[in-house]
């Protein structure tokens, strides 16, 4: 399974973006789809989730400002974000779960900057 995320981005404070991630195969066969980020010295964090009923999770720290979404013809999940911080900045990974399998899938990583 491969997972293609769009490429790195530089945005300004208070701006926002979108970042997409498409797989090679139907995301019917994922459990959960998510963004992870990575900023400079800091452990990887969960930033959202997407449930195949659905049901998304979102860190404290974005709530309110970032939305997951999927689109299952697309076999694409997003992330839309607004109101970005510099905070933001760092990698951001595409995740895929399948909970019966155990198999876990990331994309390569998409570095956005956000600079004020």
């Known amino acids: 399974v491969q997972l293609q995320a769009s490429g790195e981005v530089v945005v300004q404070a208070g701006g926002s973006l979108r970042l997409s991630c498409a797989a090679s195969?139907?995301?019917?066969?994922?459990?959960?789809m998510g963004w992870y980020r990575q900023a400079p010295g800091k452990q990887r964090e969960l930033v959202a989730r997407?449930?195949?009923?659905?049901?998304?999770n979102y860190a404290d720290s974005v709530k309110g400002r970032f939305t997951i979404s999927r689109d299952n013809a697309k076999n694409t999940v997003y992330l839309q974000m607004n109101s970005l911080k510099p905070d933001d900045t760092a990698v951001y990974y595409c995740?895929?779960?399948?909970?019966?399998?155990?198999?876990?899938?990331w994309g390569q990583g998409t570095l956005v900057t956000v600079f004020s």
């Open positions: 997407i449930f195949s009923s659905g049901t998304t």
């Open positions: 995740n895929a779960i399948n909970f019966h399998t155990g198999n876990i899938y």
């Open positions: 195969e139907s995301i019917f066969s994922f459990n959960t």
